[in-house]
């Protein structure tokens, strides 16, 4: 761990990374545009130079270099003695500062990007309050370069960072500069548009406003969000994210700094992924079978119900009680779900629910990878059941069972954010004469459920995922379930007969007396502002 | 003894390019002789004989190659023929003229620095150069000066030479090994410096064409006849180029330490102004470097200089040392261009700003936004609608650009930062006399017409920016241009 | 109704010939009605007890009718105290604004909340009307009358509701009641507003009890009779009122009167900046408008009380014939005291306008650091006076009174503790700001 | 701010008539009952509202008063709002509610599919009209605003346009139509030159 002194304060850092780095962890606010700790280091935004002391080769001594130093690209050796608050370091920055805006546009008001924008805080940081350019500026309309994203290019302050992002992470580089000095731009090819499964982090990426979201365009502004530490349930890498959410529901999903999973990125997936939560179609009340067609009924009715067909020997079947836990379910409700359904049949037979996967699992050059498995808890769910023991089953070995009409009585989970029920599941599980959907929308099985409860969204519930390498990670609540209905751990713990409120922790803590894995969990630390 | 032209010796000689003729004239005779030696023993010869780069910064060559790590595998060495100083042309006369000069430059320089891979980077627009270096590489390997096992010695050298697209940023040394790379020729950040992790990520070094021409002429004429000429701190013989009204415009050899004046007026250079002009200013380094002032009095005559007073500059001596007395940043390329009495500096100062504002790579913010504005600054005041204040802004602009080091990749904010300051402080009242002369309000109604917003500023009601830095005063009036 | 239908009705009403010619007519065909009538009623005039049941429903009707005229009043006085017109908009002068106010009252919407405890949220508005008025029943409005029709030697009416021989007592035990209400509202309206309203009416009522029963009892030691009507004819024959005799007494009992009225500025528990409306805040229509008679009820009562006890009642100096029973002097009597039951409300109008409102702990340290500790020394010093036989005598008593004041002035000066009692002398807090 | 700038101001020690408090109460009456029979000035303070009104009298200054709002107009006719969301986040009652889209118009990005502002909401205090960069938003003199359901005090955008289009004439829009997002704001002439004469 080197030791290097930045404003006459010592400063530890890891070895190996810039200056830069080590003064952003150390909270330091240094601007800067180009330097990203994932990307490569180009130093060309000028902003983050500073003074550093060095050897005077007339007199031997260790002085301030009579010159600047981009902090990006001066690895931090121990002992090295630097400073950024000389005069000529905030000269520089004030300077820069001022190029930077003669030909910005200043449309902040249209900007989405105002609020989180380097370019704004920089300027209010050590930026002039006026511009001296008084001949027109560039003006440059805006391109459509990919299916989601638009480029600014009067915006643009010409970081590079989304060109190295397509160039290093994704390897398929359909971003380059054109053009020289002030003509300089970001474009694509023709008919190349930027399109890859991680293009929505160059929007991320973007220190200012030039590249932006289509599907965030013009919603909110960002000072009226709100953000929720979450883990992404789109595949099973476990990917953190930050929900952006208000009043009116999710708005935006953004990375959440992760050093162990996604590091600064998220896939399109992952962003976009949340659209299921506002759905209109989903369920809104649990529904009881009167006859041939799903009846309103109310939640308090629902575990005394349910307890009583679920307790009910079979004379015939030695265990005819099921249930499937999804492996969107975070492990505290797959906890209370199994408990529940051994509590009153002890022989339950306990199923991991249908695993999605689409393709292959792809990686990228830098090590980026995205799981063709398609769901956040698999594993985490696994490692419930091999914990309960007793009888299990795999789906297909369930549906074949229940095929035969083995089971009486099953509570299935869904959850997923796309239709799941395909044809020889719904015929399998019409077999189960008591058959119980908590789902998020209507399906196949409405047909044939005895009761029909509605699940809440990820978004709406907190809990914990165990990611596809055994990650641990809790995530918080972002949203209020729908009106009218339960969160699903919630539910679950009422059906335990547990009094109060569901509080993910809480459960989780009763699990780690029996399950030493639970008593973990990997938070990621939060970046400062700018620390990227 | 009388100064021997050898750079330009074979100028004007018909069929000069040919192995024939540059044979008859001890041609390869220094690369023979180099290659007797042993690399480390030829590095400590063209240190002794101290030949100070040719390119512009004037690094010692032999300084530079003790650079490269002891332990290296793969050494690239580059010829940095991309000449794209303005009013420079001496490597492309020395190409034209003799280009076998340059090839053995090259296997020199390459057998010192145990390279085995040579790139010639080559101006684009050098179409017909490029057909006589070629022409003349294709003989030199025929005649076994390249290739395989050279002259017996055991040393194989392979020589290429590439051309550039026509950038004047790839004349820096790592922007042109960029674009030798294949990519966008930005220049490269520094540490690591090209000797370290230069071409291909391997030890490069790269030498200006005209620095290697001076190689075979201390090998075969030895170190001594080297340091006997030039001035103290700069040996040997330089090409210098004078453009602009002078008698006679062109490429011309002298020993370094040649004054300004007397490559304007000298019979054997200039020749003197057309028409009896007077000088008004000249660049004597190529535009980076630079302007001084030939408009005033003469030097006085007790020959003290000093810049600070009201004397003309031409007795600037153009070598690697006295050109800083004069405010300018370096010798440059030795090539003079010489701006006469009558011409409007407006159209100077525009001309300067929007080479550079062309020629910005468009990496570093100051540069990219910094030449751009002065640009437009530039062609507001020739438009005849400046203020005094642009001056301020463009002097101060110039600042933040370059003037302090490292806020840059590259050199060219320095480039582009020098001459247009110097420009304008050395020449600051007949700016002011030329926008004084405008049509009232002038800049206020283009400014307005063009950028509304903008007219709003405080900046243009009348409240002059503090003069940063000094002007050069002057305390006789200059006649106020016509 | 058309609009100008309304306008034009509107400035007729706006005329003052209108509005007290309509009043005038009123009135006649009142009198007129009653004069027709005389023949029924004559007998009931004869006896005490019909008689006092007339007197009980001609001074509830006139009582309740004032309570509206004050509140113009009210809003007039409020008005010329603040350079403002006040109410001019109903009719002449904005005399009709009382009817529209009742109209009002009567016709919005009667809003009784879910979360309410309803039995007591419908009763305490009632209790707490109820509770002002029960103190009516001791006022001797006019002394005594003798009818003409009535045999010479008959003994004459008395026009109080009730003379009760234990009338202090009476107005000791019916005055507390009206604490009731405002708590059951405060209670019952399960608003937390409401509640601190409630909470601070019930320490404010039973804190200004003492100072109130304190003063009374000096008026009681120098009367020596628990009868007001005896009270007041004391007065009118030595023609010494008792506000000569114990200035003090009286200042007590109008500090006490405001406070148990909840008039500024001790209106605590309905203070509106505050408590938005304190214990009515749940209230609308009819049930708030109780509140408000019964705010205004209790002004008149105890406004009559004070006239009774230390204003000489009935009587004015200089009035020939007040001794008389006959029907006129008791015209002139009610007249009289009517009067200065006016010039009581009027000055409670003023110092509600006047005055800011107490903080609580003010109100609080008012009470029992300076009133109830006065009443103390008066009652003790009068005690010593009644024992001396001097109790009628004006100049002990003023001397006492002089005394005491000037007693409490050295002790006001003493006391280093500014009025309005700012905390500056808390411990210093570091407020830099932790690293 | 540094500590000795800050004057401690000691409450005054009250004479012994003040700590009575009946002095005070006896002048607060005094002053209430010269008010009460002050016959003159309340004829010169009150105006009856309805037959009187300010702005007849010339004593309601229209240029500043704090109305209903209106959304002005460019000159082109379209509405001058870009849906920035300034005044938005400005309104401390939250009564502005802003639905943004892309702008059909080529100059434009942004402009408010939907604005509402809730008039029995707002207090009137101003604050959008100062966070507006386009000066879109203003409020105008119109103060007789009734209406008798709640939903129509909801002003929509065509509502607030038609206030535009009737009140034109009585505010004239401080600067004139800029499009370019409030740049020409009046800035302080110190801040003008940042780079110049430094203190070191």
Not at chain 1, 102 to 126: F, I, M, R
Not at chain 2, 34 to 49: G, Q
Not at chain 2, 219 to 235: C, M, P, Q
Request: charged content about 20%.
């Amino acid at each position: 761990m080197p030791k290097i002194i930045i404003d006459g304060q010592t400063v530890e850092c890891r070895s190996g990374i810039p200056v830069l780095q080590a003064a952003l962890e150390a909270g330091l606010a240094v601007p800067h545009y180009c330097y990203h700790p994932g990307l490569s280091v180009v130093a060309s935004c000028r902003l983050c130079l500073m003074e550093m002391k060095m050897r005077d080769p007339k007199t031997g001594q260790m002085d301030w270099a009579p010159k600047l130093f981009p902090s990006c690209q001066t690895p931090v050796r121990d002992g090295l003695e630097v400073r950024f608050c000389s005069d000529p370091v905030r000269d520089n920055q004030q300077h820069v500062m001022e190029y930077y805006l003669l030909n910005h546009p200043l449309d902040c008001p249209v900007c989405d990007k105002a609020g989180e924008c380097y370019l704004q805080d920089y300027t209010e940081a050590s930026g002039p309050a006026t511009s001296r350019m008084v001949e027109d500026k560039t003006k440059n309309p805006k391109k459509d370069i990919g299916p989601h994203t638009l480029l600014y290019q009067d915006r643009c302050v010409l970081c590079s960072r989304c060109v190295r992002f397509c160039d290093e992470i994704t390897g398929s580089g359909e971003l380059a500069v054109v053009g020289r000095g002030s003509r300089c731009e970001i474009d694509v090819l023709p008919g190349q548009p930027l399109q890859n499964p991680l293009q929505g982090n160059v929007v991320d990426l973007c220190p200012v406003g030039a590249l932006l979201d289509k599907d965030f365009l013009f919603k909110q502004r960002v000072w009226l969000l709100r953000s929720a530490r979450s883990v992404s349930p789109a595949d099973s890498r476990g990917q953190t994210i930050w929900i952006d959410y208000n009043e009116a529901g999710i708005h935006r999903i953004r990375p959440r700094y992760n050093e162990k999973v996604n590091e600064w990125w998220i896939t399109d997936e992952a962003r976009f992924g949340w659209k299921h939560v506002h759905r209109r179609d989903r369920l809104r009340q649990p529904r009881i079978r009167q006859g041939t067609a799903l009846q309103p009924a109310r939640w308090e009715e629902l575990p005394a119900l349910l307890r009583t067909w679920f307790s009910q020997p079979s004379p015939t079947v030695p265990n005819p009680i099921a249930a499937i836990l999804s492996p969107m379910l975070t492990c505290e409700e797959a906890w209370l779900l199994a408990k529940f359904a051994r509590s009153l049949a002890p022989q339950a037979t306990l199923v991991l629910g249908h695993v999605p996967t689409v393709g292959q699992d792809q990686t990228y050059p830098k090590g980026f990878t995205i799981k063709a498995e398609k769901c956040p808890n698999r594993r985490g769910v696994e490692t419930i059941l091999q914990h309960l023991g007793g009888p299990t089953a795999s789906f297909q070995e369930f549906l074949g069972q229940a095929v035969e009409g083995r089971f009486r009585a099953a509570y299935v989970t869904g959850g997923y954010p796309n239709a799941w029920v395909m044809d020889p599941i719904a015929t399998a599980l019409a077999k189960i004469p008591f058959l119980v959907v908590h789902d998020l929308f209507p399906s196949a099985l409405d047909a044939v459920a005895a009761v029909q409860i509605p699940g809440s969204a990820w978004a709406e519930r907190e809990g914990t995922f165990m990611n596809c390498d055994g990650l641990l990670q809790p995530f918080e609540r972002a949203l209020p379930p729908l009106e009218g209905v339960k969160a699903d751990g919630q539910f679950f713990s009422e059906l335990l007969g547990q009094p109060g409120l569901f509080r993910a922790r809480t459960v989780r803590e009763t699990m780690a007396a029996e399950l030493p894995q639970f008593s973990e969990v990997f938070i990621p630390r939060d970046l400062p502002k700018h620390a990227h | 003894m009388p100064f021997e032209r050898v750079l330009m010796r074979h100028v004007g000689v018909p069929n000069s390019t040919s192995l024939a003729v540059y044979k008859a004239d001890d041609g390869y005779a220094g690369a023979a002789r180099a290659l007797k030696m042993t690399p480390d023993d030829l590095v400590e010869f063209v240190k002794k004989a101290n030949l100070r780069g040719r390119g512009g910064a004037g690094f010692p060559a032999g300084v530079k190659w003790t650079f490269l790590p002891k332990d290296r595998t793969v050494t690239y060495l580059c010829v940095n023929a991309d000449e794209s100083e303005p009013p420079t042309f001496c490597n492309r006369v020395l190409i034209d003229s003799d280009p076998h000069m340059l090839l053995e430059g090259v296997l020199i320089a390459a057998y010192a620095t145990r390279t085995t891979v040579a790139y010639i980077y080559m101006r684009g627009e050098f179409c017909a150069q490029f057909h006589i270096l070629q022409r003349a590489l294709d003989e030199a390997y025929a005649a076994g000066y390249f290739g395989r096992n050279i002259l017996g010695s055991g040393y194989s050298l392979e020589c290429y030479i590439h051309r550039g697209a026509g950038a004047y940023v790839c004349g820096e040394e790592t922007g042109l090994i960029e674009s030798l790379e294949g990519k966008r020729g930005w220049p490269r950040i520094k540490p690591p410096f090209p000797a370290i992790e230069g071409l291909f990520r391997k030890p490069t070094v790269v030498n200006n064409v005209e620095t290697l021409a001076c190689l075979p002429h201390i090998l075969t004429r030895g170190v001594d006849w080297w340091l006997s000429i030039g001035t103290a701190n700069s040996k040997g013989p330089k090409m210098y180029c004078i453009s602009g009204p002078v008698n006679r415009p062109g490429c011309y050899e002298a020993p370094l330490g040649l004054s300004c004046r007397e490559l304007i007026y000298g019979a054997d250079f200039g020749g003197g102004m057309c028409d009896g002009k007077k000088v008004k200013a000249v660049f004597p380094g190529g535009l980076s470097m630079g302007a001084l002032r030939g408009d005033m009095f003469p030097k006085p005559p007790d020959g003290k200089v000093d810049p600070r007073q009201d004397h003309d500059e031409l007795d600037c001596i153009l070598d690697f040392d006295d050109v800083r007395k004069y405010d300018l940043l370096g010798l440059g390329t030795a090539a003079a261009v010489v701006i006469p009495e009558d011409a409007d500096l407006r159209d100077t100062l525009l001309n300067v700003t929007r080479f550079y504002s062309q020629e910005s790579c468009g990496q570093c913010t100051q540069c990219r936004e910094g030449t751009a504005w002065m640009q437009k600054i530039a062609e507001r005041i020739r438009a005849g609608a400046g203020r005094p204040v642009d001056l301020d802004i463009i002097v101060e602009a110039t600042r933040n650009m370059g003037m302090m080091p490292g806020l840059s990749i590259c050199g060219l904010p320095d480039g582009a930062a020098w001459p247009i300051r110097t420009l304008i402080q050395k020449f600051r009242r007949e700016f002011e006399q030329r926008i004084a002369a405008q049509a009232p309000g002038a800049a206020e109604s283009l400014i307005r017409r063009t950028n509304a917003a903008a007219y709003e500023l405080p900046v243009l009601h009348g409240r002059a920016v503090q003069p940063v830095g000094g002007t050069y005063a002057t305390p006789v009036d200059v006649a106020p241009p016509p | 109704m058309t609009d100008p239908t309304i306008k034009r009705i509107e400035t007729l009403l706006r005329k003052p010939g209108v509005i007290f010619g309509a009043g005038a007519a009123i009135l006649l065909l009142v009198t007129a009605l009653l004069a027709l009538a005389f023949p029924l009623y004559k007998p009931l005039l004869s006896a005490q007890f019909p008689f006092s049941m007339i007197v009980l429903a001609v001074m509830l009707a006139l009582i309740l009718s004032a309570t509206a005229v004050c509140i113009l009043a009210e809003r007039k006085i409020a008005g010329f105290t603040q350079d403002r017109y006040g109410p001019n908009r109903v009719g002449f002068w904005g005399l009709l604004q009382p009817l529209a106010d009742g109209l009002k009252f009567l016709l919005k919407e009667d809003i009784i909340p879910r979360h309410v405890d309803k039995p007591l949220f419908l009763l305490a508005p009632a209790l707490a009307l109820a509770a002002s008025l029960l103190g009516f029943a001791i006022i001797p409005w006019a002394g005594q009358v003798r009818w003409p029709w009535m045999p010479p030697d008959a003994p004459p009416l008395s026009t109080q509701v009730a003379n009760l021989n234990v009338g202090f007592l009476y107005l000791l035990a019916v005055g507390s009641l009206s604490v009731y209400g405002v708590v059951l509202a405060g209670y019952a309206s399960n608003n937390k507003y409401a509640f601190y309203g409630g909470m601070r009416a019930a320490a404010q009522i039973i804190s200004y009890e003492l100072p109130l029963g304190l003063g009374l009892l000096v008026v009681l030691l120098v009367s020596g009779t628990l009868q007001l009507d005896q009270i007041v004819q004391q007065q009118a024959a030595t023609g010494v009122w008792n506000i000569f005799l114990h200035p003090v007494a009286f200042f007590l009992v109008l500090v006490s009167a405001l406070a148990e009225a909840n008039r500024a500025p001790f209106d605590l528990p309905e203070a509106e900046q505050e408590l938005v409306g304190g214990y009515h805040t749940e209230y609308s229509a009819m049930k708030f408008a109780m509140f408000f008679l019964g705010e205004y009820v209790h002004m008149i009562t105890s406004s009559a009380l004070m006239v009774a006890l230390f204003f000489g009642g009935w009587h004015v100096w200089g009035l020939p014939g007040l001794e008389n029973v006959t029907w006129w002097a008791m015209l002139v009597k009610l007249v009289a005291y009517l009067t200065k039951v006016a010039l009581f409300i009027a000055l409670f109008m003023l110092v509600r306008w006047t005055l800011p409102r107490f903080r609580f702990d003010q109100l609080m340290r008012v009470a029992w650091q300076s009133l109830v500790p006065i009443g103390v020394a008066l009652l003790a010093a009068t005690a010593v006076l009644t024992y001396l036989g001097w109790q009628h005598n004006v100049w002990a008593s003023l001397a006492a009174n002089l005394l005491l004041l000037v007693v409490l002035l050295r002790s006001a000066a003493r006391s280093k503790r500014p009025v309005t009692a700012r905390q500056d002398d808390l411990p210093e807090v570091d407020v830099r700001p932790t690293a | 701010m540094r500590d000795d700038d800050i004057i401690v101001l000691k409450e005054p020690e009250l004479t012994a008539a003040e700590r009575l408090y009946l002095p005070q109460i006896l002048d607060g009456l005094k002053t209430t009952l010269r008010h009460m029979f002050d016959l003159q000035r309340r004829r010169a303070v009150v105006h009856q509202y309805p037959e009187q009104k300010r702005e007849d009298t010339g004593e309601l200054r229209t240029a500043n008063y704090h109305g209903v709002h209106r959304l002005n107009k460019d000159p082109d006719g379209r509405v001058a709002c870009v849906a920035c969301f300034m005044c938005s986040t400005a309104c401390p009652a939250h009564c502005i509610h802003i639905e943004a889209g892309e702008s059909p118009w080529p100059d434009r990005e942004k402009y408010p599919v939907k604005f509402d502002i809730d008039e029995l909401r707002c207090i009137y205090c101003g604050m959008c009209e100062e966070a507006c960069p386009v000066d879109a938003i203003e409020l105008t003199p119109l103060y007789e605003l009734v209406s008798c359901t709640r939903e129509e005090l909801i002003l929509d955008k065509e509502k607030l346009l038609q206030v535009y289009e009737e009140t034109k004439a009585v505010k004239p829009r401080k600067n004139p139509p800029v499009t370019d997002y409030g740049l020409t704001g009046r800035q302080s002439l110190d801040v003008a030159q940042p780079n110049v004469e430094r203190k070191v």
